[in-house]
């Protein structure tokens, strides 16, 4: 018999987590994508619900059953998941996006499929909104919390996307090292605040660094 008590700090807190890659179609049968299992996102979200949160999940397409108790809205495009976080932001207390997000587009979807063809297919791509960047210009007294995955100036890059998005908090994680960021159960990352303070977690289970997350945006709050 395992007795979890957990602390319920969150308790009337309402917070939306967006998760999982988007995928934007080319034609019925084709699409591009990012890398991103969604377990970060989903670990936060049932951390968060068992600490007494209101949680929304939005997500794009992953394996994962969502955590109990979490509302989830599913979606599969950039402009999808735009237009979920956008209706559900009002209530919102608290916003975390560790989406993996396609920055870019195809210009025009089909609905035929594309026949192979001799020679090379060109494909034009085009900006999808920035989801993050469009919240931290409307934020309120709400808490803003980003993520980064990169591969090289990780703390720089980080940095610029607090400013530049208006954030509270930044979940920064370099995809090089072993044991972080994509598929794995485990993490390393940086968190960064809007004051420059940063804190390095070390190799650490998903769980787990939700739970930090969450401690870290308490200060925030
Ligand atoms: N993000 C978003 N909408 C986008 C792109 C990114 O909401 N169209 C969010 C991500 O969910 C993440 C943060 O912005 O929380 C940073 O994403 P990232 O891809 O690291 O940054 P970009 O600003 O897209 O810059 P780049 O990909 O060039 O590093
Ligand atoms: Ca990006």
Same mark, same amino acid.
Request: proline share 3%; charged share 30%; net charge negative.
């Given at each position: ?13 309402? =917070?939306?987590?967006?998760? &999982?890659?988007? +995928? ?9 994508? !990012?890398?991103? @299992?969604?377990?970060? &996102?989903?670990? $936060? ?13 939005? @997500? ?58 001799? &020679? ?10 920035? =989801?993050?960047?469009?919240? &931290?210009? $409307? ?13 090289? !100036? =990780? ?19 370099? =995809? ?15 968190? +960064? ?29």
């Amino acid at each position: 018999l395992k007795i979890e008590s957990v602390e319920k700090d969150f308790y009337g807190r309402k =917070i939306m987590i967006t998760a &999982g890659p988007t +995928i934007e179609a080319i034609d019925p049968v084709r699409f591009i994508t !990012n890398h991103s @299992s969604g377990k970060m &996102g989903y670990a $936060i979200a049932e951390a968060a619900s068992k600490r007494g949160a209101s949680v929304t999940l939005i @997500s794009g397409p992953t394996n994962l059953s969502p955590p109990s108790d979490v509302k989830l809205v599913s979606t599969s495009s950039t402009l999808d998941m735009y237009e979920a976080v956008m209706e559900h932001y009002g209530e919102q207390d608290i916003i975390i996006k560790s989406a993996a997000v396609a920055d870019y587009r195809p210009n025009s979807t089909v609905d035929k499929k594309i026949k192979k063809q001799e &020679g090379d297919l060109t494909l034009t791509l085009v900006r999808n909104p920035d =989801i993050l960047y469009e919240l &931290g210009k $409307i934020k309120d007294n709400k808490v803003l919390v980003g993520f980064a995955a990169e591969t090289d !100036n =990780i703390i720089e890059y980080a940095k610029e996307k607090i400013t530049k998005k208006n954030l509270d908090l930044i979940v920064a994680n370099d =995809i090089t090292q072993e044991g972080a960021g994509f598929g794995v159960d485990t993490n390393i990352v940086y968190l +960064i605040d809007s004051g420059n303070n940063i804190k390095k977690i070390d190799k650490s289970n998903k769980t787990d660094i939700a739970h930090q997350i969450l401690d870290k945006i308490k200060e925030c709050l």
